[in-house]
T-cell receptor
Framework: ETGVTQTPRHLVMGMTNKKSLKCEQH?????MYWYKQSAKKPLELMFV???????ENNSVPSRFSPECPNSSHLFLHLHTLQPEDSALYLC???????????????FGPGTRLTVT | DQQVKQNSPSLSVQEGRISILNCDYT??????FLWYKKYPAEGPTFLIS?????DKNEDGRFTVFLNKSAKHLSLHIVPSQPGDSAVYFC?????????FGAGTRLTVKP
């Protein structure tokens, strides 16, 4: 148990569907992150939320929409995705102390997304 | 633009021997470096880190070395154990950005 949970673990969706990924951290951290890991590619940072405010976007397409209602929960809303968006989506959290970039992060197990 | 590179996709070592995983970076602004370990079906787990003001950090069987002039860092695991078999990611960060390598799959044979 890493203290960061993600649901669902697996998701198959069509290109016209709307779905949401959920992340919850039980570590009392004040920053949360979404990452994308495509096959044979490095982890890509998508979004950063610090103190519930988005501080990093990294030019992610608008079909990905994050939401951070409080410091323990993070959502990634998905809409009209493309097959190339199929990947492992990882959530992470950390305790930030005035430094925007993450130091030691704690990752969830990820959601394996397949877009058909 | 891959600023952090792990050129060896896989590494196989015998139990008890030393494992050396390598990582190269191109951005001289990176000031903090981390190694993560990932088992199948789990998220990455933080392993060890090093600040750019140091050239070595040791934690038990794990030691990270940083050579700033060569823009190179390495992770040494000694002695290697079968439970160390996993994918290892290096990461480098500045104040505003963080980049990961593609990972190296380590297999430790009994």
């Amino acid at each position: 148990e890493t203290g960061v949970t993600q649901t669902p673990r697996h998701l198959v969706m069509g290109m016209t569907n709307k779905k949401s990924l959920k992340c919850e951290q039980h570590l009392g951290h004040n920053a949360m992150y979404w990452y994308k890991q495509s096959a044979k590619k490095p982890l890509e940072l998508m979004f950063v939320y610090s103190l519930e405010e988005r501080v990093e976007n990294n030019s992610v397409p608008s079909r990905f929409s994050p939401e951070c209602p409080n410091s323990s929960h993070l959502f990634l809303h998905l809409h009209t995705l493309q097959p190339e968006d199929s990947a492992l989506y990882l959530c992470a959290s950390s305790q930030e102390e005035g430094h925007l970039t993450p130091y030691e992060q704690y990752f969830g197990p990820g959601t394996r997304l397949t877009v058909t | 633009d891959q600023q952090v590179k792990q050129n060896s996709p896989s590494l196989s070592v015998q139990e008890g021997r030393i494992s050396i995983l390598n990582c190269d970076y191109t951005n001289s602004m990176f000031d903090y470096f981390l190694w993560y370990k990932k088992y199948p079906a789990e998220g990455p787990t933080f392993l060890i880190s090093i600040s750019s003001i140091k050239d070595k950090n040791e934690d038990g069987r794990f030691t990270v070395f940083l050579n700033k002039s060569a823009k190179h860092l390495s992770l040494h695991i000694v002695p290697s154990q079968p439970g160390d078999s996993a994918v290892y990611f290096c990461a480098a960060s500045t104040r505003e950005d963080m980049r990961f390598g593609a990972g190296t799959r380590l297999t430790v044979k009994p």
